[in-house]
């Protein structure tokens, strides 16, 4: 991870090169090692871009930080020019429906979207649907779909929802794996033993991976896998984690597991929830958990429109 007090420097370096029409911030990645990052928004900007900085200045190990933030600068000129273009409007939707990307927000998150912003409620959770400008190694430029995305293709919130589901199981495809591989691949190293066992849902790039939970079929293999229902745990908006009914401790404990998880351990915008959800393998369906009666989380869209 960069030094904090350099990548300060070096943010507020670029900050006085671009002025205040871009408002330049610090950001980190999710997951696996953490890296630090620069994000961009400037006043005319639909989309955020984001340099990681042991990226980018890992090349460029000679460079004062002057220069850094000179070349950085120019990165981003460069950068969000080539991005504009894209997302000018009108663009027709049988590109843009191939590049579609959902996501999931917790409700603390979803009450800041601005009421133009495109949204669809799920369980607890809030649906948001981004287009995929460009994706790099260390991130993914997006644009945020809004209402009048949708009035210029004229679709509705359902044909988007199919396709973008669709769209980010095919660019984002789930990972599922046990704590133990998770662990392993973290530290580099052969598997560590963890007592209970315990599964992770993310996907392949580990970037808003909660979004796993809405693909078609995931959860129901998961279970026929498991051969028996299963808690999720909302760990963050970036990946889940699954426990097995007969290794899980009770609900009430797991509940409290995830309020203190949520309370010293993430970033607001990156909290999902608070209360654990059970996968019933025989209905199909995610509930809450404890709540039998409450009508399961089931995503519904028309399978005979076209793919």
Known sequence: MTDSAFANRLREQVQELLGTGVRVTLCHSPGGEEKTGLMFQGEQDIARPVLYLETFCGEKEEDSLEELARKIALWYADTIDQERMPCAFPIEYSSARNNLVVKLLGKKEAEKLPEQVVSQKYLDFVMVFDLLLAMQEETCVTCRIRREHLEKWNIDI?????????????????????MEEVIASLVNCAAIPVKEQIYVLTNERKYWGAATLLYKGCLEEIGNRLQE????????VHEVI????????????????IQEVNETQLKEEEVLGDTAYYYDRVKKELRRAGSDAEKGGTIETDNHMEN
């Open 242 to 257: 699954l426990l097995p009914v007969s290794r899980a401790p009770a609900c009430d404990r797991i509940n409290q597991m």
């Open 229 to 236: 229902d299963y808690y999720v745990i909302l760990s963050s």
């Open 158 to 178: 359902k044909r988007l929802l199919f396709d973008a589901e669709a769209a980010t199981r095919r660019k984002f495809p789930a990972l599922f794996q046990t």
